[in-house]
Every structure is written in C-alpha cells, then in structure tokens.
C-alpha cells in the first residue's frame, strides 16, 4: 500500500526559505517520477516541481530559480527546497508521483506572511 507523507510547512517572511519533505512507502518509489504540489485557497492543485527516477527535473515557471526539488532512492524521501518566498507560495503542499496516483496525503501547509 502507497502511503505519503509531507513535512516540513510553516509560516515564514517574504524573502525566507524552508525545506519540505515528503516519506513514502511502498516498492514503487525508486522507479517512479515524483512531484511536488500545490493548491492555494480557492485555486485549481497545480504542480511545482517533478523529478524523475534518475534525478532529472521540471519546475513551474513561477518557482524557477527559487525553488529546488530532489529525492533520496534508499530512503524513499523526496524534498523541496523553498527559497525567496513570496505571499503567492502560500498553499498546501503535497507530494505524489508524476503524474499523480488518484490519492493525496495531507499536505503541509506553507504560510508566507510578514
């Protein structure tokens, strides 16, 4: 059974960083593409970052530059690395495959407020 779980959210300045991380479980993991997510208060779960099993990645235009996302095979983990946060990074944020099982675990929220 596919479990995720994400860590690593809080409320943070403008201009601040954090690192979240994602644990999952399940034989799929080393072999699968993974992503982080997000979805802001009445906005559409949109994707911020992916990263292949061989460690190539893809990120939205709007994180680009600030944001970094890379996985740790043995240990089943996948991070995001946040930095120069803006009030628009708010949401919550989730990982999953890429693309997406038709499930989601809670999500962390991300809050960036002065």
């Known amino acids: 059974q596919v479990q995720l779980v994400e860590s690593g959210g809080g409320l943070v300045q403008p201009g601040g960083s954090l690192t979240l991380s994602c644990a999952a479980s399940?034989?799929?993991?080393?072999?699968?593409?993974m992503g982080w997510y997000r979805q802001a208060p009445r906005n559409q779960r949109e994707l911020v970052a992916a990263?292949?099993?061989?460690?190539?990645?893809v990120s939205a235009d709007s994180v680009k530059g600030r944001f970094t996302i890379s996985r740790d095979n043995a240990n089943n983990a996948v991070y995001l690395q946040m930095s120069s946060l803006k009030p628009e990074d708010t949401a919550v944020y989730y990982c999953?495959?890429?693309?997406?099982?038709?499930?989601w675990g809670q999500g962390t929220q991300v809050t960036v407020s002065s």
């Open positions: 999953n495959a890429y693309p997406p099982y038709n499930f």
């Open positions: 990263i292949s099993s061989g460690g190539n990645t």
């Open positions: 399940g034989s799929f993991f080393s072999s699968t593409s």
